[in-house]
C-alpha cells in the first residue's frame, strides 16, 4: 500500500489536486527527450518562431508515457509530461514552447 501511494506521489495528476498552488504541465514527444532535463530553459514565442524569450525552466520530468493526437499531421504520438517552472504564466497558454534554446529563427 506504502509502494502505491509513493508511486501516486511522483505523477502530474497527483500535484494537480494536491495543493493550492497552480502547476504548469507540457507534453514533450519522445523524439525531443534528449532535449530535457530539470533546469532545462524553456522559452516561448510570439508568431510560433519569432521574437522568443526565456519564460522559465523545466522544473520535472514525468517518466509515465502519455498520448497526444498531434496537431497538424493527426496522428498519435507518444511521449511524456513535464513541469515546468514559469516566470511569464500567460506562457502556459501558448500552443508551443521550445526547450533548451531559442528556434531557428530568434
Do not use: W
Request: charged content about 20%.
Amino acid at each position: 500500500m506504502k509502494q502505491a501511494l509513493a508511486s501516486a506521489k511522483q505523477t502530474p495528476y497527483y500535484l494537480t489536486v494536491s495543493g493550492d498552488n497552480t502547476v504548469y504541465f507540457a507534453f514533450v514527444a519522445y523524439d525531443n527527450q534528449r532535449n530535457v532535463a530539470a533546469g532545462t530553459a524553456v522559452y516561448d514565442c510570439f508568431l510560433n518562431m519569432v521574437l522568443c524569450k526565456k519564460v522559465g525552466t523545466v522544473k520535472q520530468v514525468f517518466a509515465d508515457e502519455e498520448h497526444a493526437i498531434h496537431p497538424i499531421f493527426r496522428t498519435d504520438i507518444r511521449g511524456f509530461l513535464i513541469q515546468m517552472q514559469l516566470n511569464h504564466p500567460e506562457s502556459a497558454k501558448s500552443k508551443t514552447v521550445f526547450l533548451n534554446r531559442k528556434p531557428l529563427f530568434s
